[in-house]
């Protein structure tokens, strides 16, 4: 899940609540748009089985 920053950045949280402290964990902070998406799917293979 991709979240534009006030700062003008984007950054990748989890899809699911943190159930510890009830908000989506950070998995990075990117420039662009395009670097967060790319991550995203590094993220997602990674998270099934790769």
């Known amino acids: ?3 534009k920053l006030k700062s ?6 989890s899809r699911k609540l943190n159930p510890k402290t009830g908000r989506r964990r ?3 902070t990117f420039a662009t748009r395009a670097q967060a998406e790319k991550h995203e799917r590094a993220v997602q293979f990674f998270k099934h089985g790769g």
């Open 1 to 3: 899940m991709i979240r």
């Open 8 to 13: 003008g950045g984007f950054r990748l949280y």
């Open 26 to 28: 950070n998995l990075g």
